[in-house]
């Protein structure tokens, strides 16, 4: 687990929530900012890196901010500087106690130091005089990211320069209480460490302090075993649905209806159709003439099939597959033409997005193509699994996807499910080359092998599948809707204690 996301899930954890229940409770308002305790506050720089003399050495610990949060406490770093780096200014070392912050993009996770060390640009540090423990500054913040996020100068990059550091508020309260609270958390954090819930209060605090703690430890673990249940039925029920995907092209779906129905043509004869049709209307000059396809070899089928089944390739079952435009063509506002990508196919749809570019009736008329409803589009480069089929959109593609017209028997539904499976998935993985992007070649596209049913079972097939995947979408609501309710109790718990 990166430095960063363990420091988030300590920001979300019970640790974050009674550090806000005291100082938002039983601090008195004494409003102060930083600025008035600092002894230093200060950003250092990175010493060339091309200049061994300056990291020959380990005197010094240097430290990156992906290094932090490993602990509240930093005392080892995996770089180290020289002293000749220090004694030439090209680092500042800072001393014990002194709390570092990462002020750039990531910002506000936090650690105090344990020996001399320095660090890069990212990070500043803070070093108190007497008034303020370390820990309890580190306490005091622990929730209030967002709110320190809110302050900072950019929103693509994040930054907190000194400055607004400067002018942090917070309440001050007595050195002993500091004392007295930080003994607290450090308890409560080593209770969430081992993942144990507080049991003891003998500390000089409110005992209402307790009392939420404890409260708010055994909703946070309940909330996360919920979570990991739920993700593992999510998990379950995404495997499920492969598996189902998976057993309709292997035929085991359809196995009862196939003993019922013995008699229905088989998917050669089919094969047989499709071919006739095809030269037929390369005869009338209707269809462009295809390359011969390969016969699939015995390596190419991972799996057996029905007697009554045929290994085809997609190019034999369709009457054109082909990608479309590799230019750009000319941009018009005032038209309802749409020039659309890879990314505007979702959910077997051709979304239309906002910023979805128009193109005049002479450009759409001039790169249109020969679209119909057994029409499917699919992505063949930047990503995978992204499909759609046409719906009488007025629309040009670009590269980044390919079309194809399946013949009037195949069922453009079997064909749907076949792309959903794992092994198309593996074979587009297999078959795509990688220059910038990953892509897979219209010749790939044409050689894909399918296992191929009657038209009768292609229906039947796509009909159980159906029925199964209903079942399925009601198990995720209902586990998606569990998961929602374990995170309204704990919201409903703070908004009770703190009026959110």
């Not at 043509?265 to 095809?278: D, G, H, M, Q, T």
């Not at 309802?336 to 193109?359: A, G, Q």
């Not at 539904?413 to 297999?430: A, D, P, V």
Request: with cysteine; net charge neutral.
């Amino acid at each position: 687990m990166r430095a960063s996301e363990k420091y988030n899930l300590l920001f979300n954890s019970p640790i974050s929530y009674i550090s806000l229940f005291f100082t938002s409770n039983f601090v008195e308002n004494k409003w102060t900012t930083i600025w008035d305790f600092l002894m230093n506050l200060q950003t250092w720089k990175t010493p060339p890196k091309n200049n061994n003399k300056y990291w020959d050495s380990n005197d010094f610990c240097w430290y990156k901010p992906e290094e932090i949060w490993k602990d509240i406490y930093l005392y080892e770093s995996d770089y180290k500087v020289s002293d000749l780096a220090v004694k030439e200014k090209k680092v500042t070392i800072f001393e014990e106690n002194t709390i570092l912050i990462n002020c750039i993009w990531d910002i506000w996770r936090m650690w105090i130091l344990k020996n001399k060390a320095s660090s890069n640009q990212q990070i500043t540090w803070l070093l108190f005089n007497e008034n303020i423990i370390p820990e309890y500054f580190f306490y005091y913040f622990l929730p209030k990211k967002d709110e320190l996020i809110s302050k900072s100068s950019s929103i693509t990059l994040p930054i907190i320069n000194q400055r607004k550091l400067q002018e942090l508020e917070f309440n001050l309260v007595d050195i002993e209480i500091q004392k007295e609270f930080v003994k607290y958390m450090d308890y409560c954090l080593e209770c969430y460490n081992k993942k144990l819930i507080p049991n003891s209060f003998d500390f000089n605090l409110p005992e209402t302090l307790f009392t939420f703690s404890n409260k708010v430890f055994n909703i946070y673990y309940w909330e996360v075993n919920l979570k990991l249940i739920t993700n593992k039925n999510l998990s379950y029920i995404k495997q499920l649905k492969q598996a189902i995907l998976q057993e309709a092209i292997e035929w085991k779906l359809t196995k009862s209806w196939r003993e019922n129905n013995p008699n229905i043509e088989p998917a050669s004869v089919l094969l047989e159709k499709i071919k006739k049709e095809k030269e037929e209307l390369i005869k009338q000059k209707k269809l462009k003439k295809q390359n011969e396809l390969k016969e699939i070899s015995s390596d190419e089928i991972p799996f057996k099939i029905p007697e009554n089944w045929s290994w085809c390739r997609l190019g034999e079952i369709v009457t054109i597959l082909w990608d479309w435009l590799h230019w750009t063509p000319e941009y018009d506002l005032n038209w309802e033409y749409y020039f659309i990508n890879w990314n505007n196919l979702t959910d077997w749809l051709i979304e239309i997005k906002e910023n979805t570019k128009k193109v005049t009736n002479n450009q759409y008329l001039k790169y249109k193509k020969d679209l119909n409803s057994n029409s499917v589009l699919v992505s063949i480069n930047w990503t995978i699994w992204n499909v759609a089929f046409y719906n009488w959109e007025k629309v040009i593609l670009w590269k980044s996807a390919c079309y194809f017209n399946l013949h009037d028997f195949i069922s453009k539904y079997y064909i749907k499910n076949i792309i959903k499976t794992n092994y198309f998935l593996s074979y587009w993985f297999n078959k795509a080359t990688w220059f910038t992007i990953k892509n897979l070649w219209l010749k790939a596209m044409n050689n894909l092998p399918i296992p191929l049913p009657p038209l009768e079972e292609q229906k039947e097939i796509v009909k159980k599948v159906d029925e199964m995947m209903r079942l399925c979408d009601e198990l995720e609501k209902q586990s998606l809707e569990t998961k929602e309710n374990s995170e309204n109790l704990m919201k409903s718990v703070l908004s009770e204690v703190f009026n959110w």
